[in-house]
């Protein structure tokens, strides 16, 4: 006997269902891509300009607004919209043109964690995916959009942004900012900082870990969560020379 899906308001686990698909098929197509704030992760930084075949810091300066909002407590990247229709300037007839490395918010609709543990759906009034038959597992559904590698890094990341002592240290400006912006959201800058300029004269990193960090964007995004750990919390994630 088949399993009744209804898309009423609730928390679905991991092994429950819902009813949702998308596709050019459908009238709506592309809307979510319009007038909608994409909020962009270091891991997610760090793909898209990998897609584009552009420098980090030229994603930064075309296509990113920087925000310092108090009420967070550290800077916060906002994806640039199309100002002719606010819609995400990677967004085509075909869809979004940097599909494979697309950011975490995209990957996640219709999705979102919910409070404690499982997911909520998200309903949009002009989204048609709810009307079509295509039911699936919320595993399933993730799997599909790669999420569990975004969440993970996602979640070493949040070491910074949630820890204990965030509070006592200034991530909105001088010296503080400036760790917090270029550990998180210059992949590039930063690496170029680790192999030329003095950075290796204050710490000590072996071998094994500066080869993966010059090769690997996630191993370089975990580096930097170390380092600032220890440059902005005093803590002993580094060695220091």
Not at 18 to 34: H, W
Not at 196 to 207: A, I, P
């Amino acid at each position: 006997m088949s399993a009744v899906i209804e898309n009423s308001p609730r928390t679905l686990s991991e092994s429950g269902e819902f009813r949702f698909s998308c596709g050019r098929e459908l009238a709506c197509f592309n809307k979510c891509c319009r007038d909608v704030n994409i909020y962009l992760t270091p891991i997610d930084i760090a793909l898209m300009r990998r897609a584009l075949g552009i420098s980090s810091g030229e994603l930064l300066k075309t296509h990113v607004i920087p925000l310092f909002p108090k009420a967070i407590g550290h800077p916060v990247m906002l994806l640039k919209m199309r100002k002719s229709d606010k819609s995400c300037p990677f967004t085509t007839d075909n869809g979004c043109r940097i599909y494979n490395a697309r950011p975490w918010s995209c990957r996640s609709f219709p999705l979102e964690p919910a409070d404690g543990e499982g997911f909520s759906i998200v309903k949009r009034d002009f989204c048609l995916g709810f009307d079509g038959e295509h039911v699936q597992k919320v595993s399933d559904w993730r799997d599909g959009q790669d999420m569990k590698l975004h969440e993970a890094v996602n979640n070493i990341w949040s070491s910074v942004t949630q820890h204990p002592a965030v509070d006592r240290v200034n991530l909105l400006d001088g010296p503080g900012r400036d760790v917090f912006f270029i550990g998180s959201y210059n992949p590039d800058e930063f690496r170029s900082m680790i192999f030329n300029s003095g950075f290796l004269n204050h710490f000590s990193v072996d071998e094994e870990t500066l080869r993966r960090v010059r090769e690997d964007d996630i191993e370089l995004i975990g580096f930097g969560v170390k380092w600032m750990r220890t440059v902005l919390f005093g803590e002993n994630m580094l060695a220091r020379r």
